[in-house]
């Protein structure tokens, strides 16, 4: 029996206003896609975001699009929240078939973690004991933020990703405080 494997990729992005989804499906040319359509929702938001939806496609989501911005969505661009996303895929109209996934965003704690990356004063040389510490740190709270995302993605246990993904967010915030 012919049918199709959908497949979505939603990949880690730096910029904080964007939601990025690539079709990876494989589509059979014996079974029909109908009303293909993606439904999203955000994290602490209760409302689907409902999107027509163009087979092997990329798009790129803003806060409008997932309707958490209403105003000057053609002049501004609100940041999209970390945490975890619940997206569907459907390509026919009973619901049928689709796939669905939770992503756990991290968007906006690798952008904090970079830019402590960026202050760090390391040159080219062994760096003093507190860079060091502070590198080994960095790297065990990196491990923290994809430990959050195998845990939500692969394992489908969202609690304890989103327990590891606010332990690391502390972590960070720490790290980053200028005035403890």
Do not use: W
């Not at 079709?23 to 359509?37: E, F, I, K, M, Q």
């Amino acid at each position: 029996m012919a049918n199709h494997v959908l497949s979505l990729e939603i990949p880690t992005v730096s910029n904080p206003c964007v939601f990025k989804i690539v079709d990876t499906s494989v589509y059979s040319a014996l079974v029909g896609v109908h009303n293909p359509r993606l439904e999203i929702v955000v994290p602490g938001f209760t409302n689907v975001a409902e999107l027509s939806f163009v087979p092997e496609s990329s798009p790129t989501l803003t806060a409008c699009d997932l309707n958490i911005q209403l105003e000057n969505c053609d002049s501004s661009f609100v940041n999209l929240p970390d945490g975890i996303y619940g997206v569907k895929y459907i390509v026919d109209p009973e619901c049928k078939v689709y796939v669905s996934y939770n992503h756990l965003r991290i968007t906006c704690a690798l952008n904090k973690y970079e830019k402590i990356l960026c202050n760090i004063d390391a040159g080219g040389c062994d760096p003093p004991v507190e860079v060091k510490n502070k590198l080994k740190e960095l790297h065990l709270i990196k491990m923290y933020l994809e430990a959050a995302k195998a845990k939500v993605e692969t394992c489908h246990e969202n609690q304890a990703g989103m327990t590891l993904f606010n332990y690391a967010v502390k972590l960070l915030d720490k790290l980053d405080c200028k005035h403890c």
